[in-house]
């Protein structure tokens, strides 16, 4: 998916339409699998724990229950406001492999080898 670098949209600051510089969100650090109640759950589920249905505990543990997980992840963009300076995100992250932010230069490159075929 690609992006241009700018584009004018509507600032909530400003309260107007302004040049607006489009970034991508990063995802963060990811959390650990073994967190405390994990911990505590896997303890729970262990081995010899007596008879009978044990509810909750009598499920398989987290590494059984492992599916595969989705090929795209949602992208979040950034707009910051080139007269104020603040920022918006963007309301819903769109589900993409790869974005790709691109100058208005090179778009409109694109668009002309793209007529010239």
């Known amino acids: 998916m690609k992006l241009p670098k700018s584009t ?14 489009i970034s991508l969100l990063s995802t ?18 262990g081995a010899a724990r007596g008879m009978g249905n044990l509810g909750r505990w009598s499920k398989p543990a987290t590494s ?36 790709q932010l691109e100058a208005k230069e090179e778009k409109e490159k694109r668009k002309a080898e793209e007529v010239k075929r």
């Open 8 to 21: 004018k949209r509507y600032c909530p600051y400003c309260k107007k339409h302004t040049e607006q510089k």
């Open 64 to 99: 059984k229950f492992k599916r595969k997980t989705k090929s795209t992840t949602k992208k979040v963009f950034m707009y910051t406001c080139q007269i104020c300076k603040k920022s918006k995100q963007s309301k819903k992250g769109i589900r993409a492999s790869r974005a």
């Open 28 to 45: 963060g650090s990811k959390r650990p699998a073994t967190k405390r109640g994990s911990k505590q759950r896997a303890r729970k589920r």
